[in-house]
């Protein structure tokens, strides 16, 4: 008689649990009422609430149910955090699997990656066929005497040095060439080996005399913009030269770009581009005039990484959605911002170093220690790096956006900000002090999630994502307002 009794409670016991393990169901993530404005704000609210608290899969189903045929675009943000957060591990696998064998970090991951649109460029076949070898399937050449080639191509093409790094084999020298298209453009790049040392030669922004500008170290980027997509989509591949020449892959890559490149297309800076950095030689007018160009090229707006399906479910390539961006402040806030804030980091600057990828330039930027030198309002509005790295057209300085690529635009080449004059003194602090800002905000950034909120839940954007607004120019407004993803 007690076995039977206890039988029972133990089966009252567990009954109550299942009946309370369905109770979640029953307040579940509900759809949103209507697609008025305040309703599908509440919804993001609550959807972001629980993504926030780990229910991942909840939230993603609630997504599927309640949007079959795709999330406005003011949730898009919440709904990619939650897909990448099933697969907490797919960034370092999706790296990984960029590697090559040779590699230290290569895997064959175990999950199936498939790119969500199609390849823009299938084969060698899809480059001009100057590019392809003859009888040689899956092979590629850079043609000799490109230079004059491209300009006969109305392409545009460059064989310069770089200030940084610009490649992955090590060579200061590059040869860019660029194909715009109606429906896509076409980047490739090799890196020429150099005769000299380069120490030798570190101040003339050419080449040295003699190198073969179609031959290549190792390694030939391919990057392409699609234009027929929406948003444009890049697609990334390092194509490898075994010995017999570039063999083509389909293979793309993303993960492996981002710690130098905030979009798939990256501004070039060579040495002796519009300003003389040390010792440097100046290029040509014309040759500056052709990297201006190039640049402007590479300026497409709401460009993507592209997206990966991972067991059916899409996940971004890229950067974090949750990341946190260098240059961002609470809008009206100015803990880090005010006079007294900016002279406090500006007080800890340091000497800055910054080495190119031969570690043969070096560059060096001491502070003068003279205090009236430093301008706070000046460093104040050069910090709101989200004005116009906002991912419109340039992207987000995120987390994972190495430091000494900061480094490099603000001291180096002097880029950054656009139109700045800032002494060397008002540009160290101005490093120092973005550094200062980032860590200062890191809690603020994770307990309310700014992220998730950069689009405005408005009626117009309701249903699939409508195409992207043209970008703002001359925006001026105050920090951390402009944090809008689009």
Request: charged share 25%.
């Amino acid at each position: 008689m007690k076995i039977i009794k206890i039988l029972g409670i133990i089966i009252f016991i567990f009954s109550s649990r299942l009946l309370r393990a369905d109770e979640p169901h029953a307040a579940s993530l509900k759809c949103p009422e209507s697609q008025a404005d305040d309703d599908m704000d509440s919804w993001r609210s609550a959807a972001l609430e629980k993504a926030l608290g780990g229910k991942y899969g909840e939230v993603s189903d609630a997504f599927k149910n309640c949007f079959p045929q795709g999330a406005p675009r003011c949730l898009k943000a919440v709904e990619e955090y939650v897909e990448m957060k099933k697969y907490p591990d797919l960034n370092s696998n999706l790296y990984k699997s960029e590697l090559r064998p040779a590699q230290i970090g290569y895997i064959e991951t175990p999950l199936k990656l498939e790119p969500v649109t199609p390849l823009t460029l299938q084969s060698e076949k899809d480059l001009p066929k100057e590019f392809t070898v003859e009888g040689k399937p899956g092979l590629i050449r850079f043609p000799p005497n490109i230079l004059k080639l491209a300009k006969a191509k109305a392409w545009k093409a460059l064989a310069y040095k770089t200030r940084s790094s610009g490649g992955f084999d090590q060579s200061p020298n590059l040869v860019l060439v660029a194909i715009p298209g109606r429906d896509k453009d076409i980047y490739l790049q090799i890196s020429p080996n150099y005769i000299a040392p380069m120490v030798e030669t570190a101040n003339d922004p050419y080449p040295e005399a003699g190198v073969d500008l179609s031959k290549g170290l190792k390694t030939l980027t391919i990057i392409t913009v699609d234009k027929r997509k929406s948003p444009p989509e890049g697609q990334m591949r390092e194509i490898v030269d075994y010995g017999d020449g570039y063999k083509w892959t389909n293979k793309l890559s993303s993960q492996t770009f981002i710690g130098c490149h905030t979009k798939p297309l990256c501004a070039i800076s060579p040495s002796g581009y519009l300003i003389n950095q040390g010792n440097e030689k100046r290029m040509k007018p014309e040759d500056e005039k052709s990297v201006q160009e190039i640049n402007d090229m590479m300026l497409v707006e709401g460009l993507s990484w592209g997206a990966v399906s991972v067991d059916g479910h899409e996940v971004q390539r890229g950067p974090y959605v949750d990341s946190q961006p260098y240059g961002w402040s609470p809008a009206n806030s100015e803990e880090t911002r005010s006079p007294e804030a900016i002279k406090q980091c500006a007080q800890s600057q340091r000497p800055i170093a910054y080495s190119d990828v031969t570690q043969d330039l070096n560059y060096k930027f001491q502070p003068s220690g003279d205090p009236t030198r430093i301008n706070a309002k000046h460093i104040a509005n050069a910090m709101n790096c989200i004005q116009c790295h906002n991912s419109k057209i340039r992207g987000f300085l995120h987390d994972q956006f190495q430091e000494s690529e900061i480094k490099f635009k603000i001291l180096v080449d002097k880029s950054m900000p656009p139109g700045a004059e800032l002494n060397d003194d008002e540009r160290i602090a101005l490093y120092n002090c973005l550094i200062a800002e980032k860590d200062h905000w890191s809690e603020t950034w994770i307990k309310t999630a700014p992220w998730a909120k950069r689009e405005n839940c408005q009626s117009a954007s309701i249903g699939r994502p409508n195409p992207y607004p043209r970008a703002r120019k001359n925006n001026s407004t105050p920090a951390g307002a402009s944090d809008t993803r689009h």
